[in-house]
Each structure stands twice: as structure tokens, then as C-alpha cells.
């Protein structure tokens, strides 16, 4: 009964931005985490960053100061704000959920960042 959908992804030029947002929705507790993944090719999955329902957050070292991710929790929505893009940005991201009882991932989105 819990559904999370991604938009946002697409093709953008290295040095650009893109932001992706992720709207979680059904029986939620309004206390959980929420993050981004992301399917590097050729590499196994990386964790992107994480946010708490209490806003804290965590971004892995290879995109901070560039990423940024946030949330409303009211709407059970977050954000991934990506500037400064580069090439090898370039993945299938993922949303995920975690709740008490499991984690619920969303479909996933392509970003693409090329010339």
C-alpha cells in the first residue's frame, strides 16, 4: 500500500543542474528515512545521501558540496538538488523509504550527464 514515485531525471551538460524528487505516499510514519541510490554502470549501488524525518542528513564524500538532498515532511516528499554535474554523475538513482516494517524503492530515473 505504500507507493514511491521519482521524477526529475534526464540529460543535462556536465556543469549543470538537475533536481529529483521523490513522493512517497499510502500508510507512512511520519518518523523515517529517506534516501538516494544510484546504479553506477559498471559499479555496484552506492548510497547518494539521506535525510531523517528530523532533517538529518547525510551526503557520501564524491558528491558533497555539489548535492544536496532535502525534504518536506509533510508531503513525505525529498529532494535531490544536483549541481555541478559531471560526467560520472552519470546512474539510475533510486529513491528509497525505510520504515519500521521494510523499505519500499521507487522506480528509479535516468540521469544522463553528457555534452
Known amino acids: 500500500q505504500v507507493q514511491v514515485v521519482e521524477s526529475g531525471g534526464g540529460l543535462v551538460q556536465p556543469g549543470g543542474s538537475l533536481r529529483l524528487s521523490c513522493v512517497a505516499s499510502?500508510?507512512?510514519?511520519?518518523?523515517?528515512?529517506m534516501g538516494w541510490y544510484r546504479q553506477v554502470p559498471g559499479k555496484e549501488r552506492e548510497l547518494v545521501a539521506r535525510i531523517s524525518s528530523s532533517g538529518s542528513a547525510y551526503h557520501a564524500d564524491s558528491v558533497k558540496g555539489r548535492f544536496t538532498i532535502s525534504r518536506e515532511n509533510a508531503k513525505n516528499t525529498v529532494y535531490l538538488q544536483m549541481n555541478s554535474l559531471k560526467p560520472e554523475d552519470t546512474a539510475v538513482y533510486h529513491c528509497?523509504?525505510?520504515?519500521?516494517?521494510?523499505?519500499?524503492w521507487g522506480q528509479g530515473t535516468q540521469v544522463t550527464v553528457s555534452s
Open positions: 499510502g500508510d507512512i510514519n511520519r518518523l523515517n528515512v
Open positions: 528509497k523509504l525505510e520504515l519500521a516494517r521494510g523499505d519500499f
